[in-house]
């Protein structure tokens, strides 16, 4: 789907486009044909942040469909920068069956050292391994196997940008062998059909000494739903405590960490504006969802038209948002 995996000077001194085809990134892998009957398809070919739903609703369909003609597995390529969104959304929108890899580069193909045919190979070979069967999406680079629930690109430049919390990488690659050492839990997956508008959830961080006039604004705004990323694990100041309720009384609100990891607390802090408080006017737990991915997930519940009941379950079980 283009990224900087696919970029290339249009004249040498110039900035990096995304111009390399699927065809001239697998043919700028040497051992591909000791791995797998190897076919591209070009799907998108722009910078990562251009993507939206509505293509990604569109990739999902377009998986299934090479999967229904008899692939045995899918590669993604794309660029870093929304890499993760695009992973977990996969995940959601897709049965585990046969396996889904999204890599991409964090160099381009014209700098010393370019590390996208090496993620290239490594995303092949997981994908025609039989033990990634039944996987769900996952992410490969660095030779790592990251599950897409909890992937995070964690550095603007460094390869090892991709980092997955808490639960660290569930496999690895070496020479050529891939080895699992942990499947993720299975959760219930959301498929949307192409071409299904997606519902509009806003995602606000919060920040010392912040203005709660930002909720006011967001409740006229039209959105279907909000994330919050609170302070810790799930906490705002009394004076967002009257908007964000009367809001969730409107709307879904859900309650995920701006710290990107580990799990919302539910029953530790009483004070107004902690977690117990919030969680009971109406706001939902994020779970071990960081804000990015309690976005996806509660976008694509609003699209199917879920209820707060099915929305409260889904976070339950995809986010461990609910008590044990």
Known sequence: MGGTIASVPDV???GARPRLTADDLLAAVPGIAGVADVRGTQFRQFPSPELTFGDLFELAAEIR????DGADGIVVTQG????????FTLDLLCEPGAPVVVTGAMRTPALPGADGPANLLAAIQVAASACARDLGVTVVLGDEIHPARFVRKTHTTSPATFRSSPTGPVGWITEGRVRLAARPAAYPRLPVPAGTAPASIALV??????????????AQAGYDGLVVEAYGGGHVPERFVTPLADLAARIPVVLASRTGSGEMLRQTYGFAGGEMDLLGRGLVSAGALDGLKARILLTLLLTRKATRQE???AFAAIGFGGSA
């Open 12 to 14: 040498p001194g110039s």
């Open 65 to 68: 469909r090479h999967i229904g």
């Open 80 to 87: 870093t920068d929304t890499l993760e969104e695009t992973a």
């Open 205 to 218: 961080k919060l920040a010392l000494s912040d203005d709660p006039g930002v909720i006011g604004y967001l």
């Open 311 to 313: 929305i409260g379950e």
